[in-house]
């Protein structure tokens, strides 16, 4: 079974003109082109051009695109990594949804706002343990008083900054490029410039954390579940883990 361009274009919620310009460029060959010179579509194809889209919704360009779908040639696994990074995603504005009800109940009813409703999800305390383990108690220290000392617009907007670059890497994880990619090595420097701007992370002001604290935290996101599901999960932090010892290797070292 095989369908039309037109029957493709409105069942993908697309247009004919983007389906022939996937095809001018290479991205989507129709499965045949009958005698009156349209184009077909058929199994494979539709497939094929549900990654595309799925991709493109990531915000890759065409040529990342290409470049993703034919690194890897085998749909299912594929289509398998990115519908763990949906399913983060659902769970993620899940939480959002919630929390953003509840905040505009309280404020409608004139009731007492729950700062831990209105930040669910986030818990700065959560981690105590590890970090005075690993870096020190003074370096809690800093970071809690730091916290601490933000107003809830402030706490706000670095929760909202750590969840966008959360998403981030789950999206690029889920799209198959390399943990060395240029897309990777980006977010390797935003999460490094993000650390570096907390008080107690070895390299505070300098504009990047140490390499071994870096490599460190990969670690971490890896082995401890917590962590790894700000990531999508395992395979996730482990994206996550590798793109950030590139990153250290190749410019912190």
Do not use: C
Not at 227 to 244: E, I, S
């Amino acid at each position: 079974m095989d369908w039309s361009i037109q029957d493709i274009a409105r069942i993908a919620g697309t247009t004919s003109r983007t389906l022939r310009h996937y095809d001018a460029i290479g991205l989507l060959k129709p499965s045949r082109v009958g005698g009156n010179g349209y184009r077909y579509y058929d199994r494979d194809s539709l497939v094929r051009l549900q990654r595309i889209l799925l991709l493109r919704e990531l915000g890759l360009g065409l040529d990342a695109v290409g470049r993703v779908l034919d690194d890897r040639m085998d749909a299912a696994p594929a289509l398998r990594d990115h519908l763990e990074w949906l399913r983060a995603e659902r769970q993620r504005l899940a939480r959002q949804i919630a929390s953003v009800e509840s905040t505009i109940h309280a404020v409608e009813e004139g009731e007492e706002i729950v700062a831990e409703q209105m930040f669910d999800g986030f818990d700065h305390t959560q981690y105590k343990d590890e970090v005075e383990e690993r870096w020190g108690k003074e370096a809690y220290a800093d970071s809690d008083r730091w916290w601490r000392s933000k107003s809830p617009e402030e706490r706000a907007e670095w929760q909202s900054r750590q969840e966008r670059l959360a998403a981030d890497w789950q999206a690029a994880a889920a799209s198959g490029v390399s943990p060395d990619s240029e897309e990777a090595q980006e977010l390797a420097r935003r999460h490094a410039e993000w650390l570096a701007g907390i008080p107690g992370t070895p390299g505070y002001g300098t504009g990047a954390p140490a390499a071994a604290y870096l490599t460190g935290l990969g670690d971490m996101y890896v082995a401890d579940d917590r962590f790894a599901a700000n990531y999508g999960g395992t395979a996730g932090a482990t994206f996550v883990r590798d793109a950030l010892r590139h990153y250290a290797a190749t410019h912190l070292a």
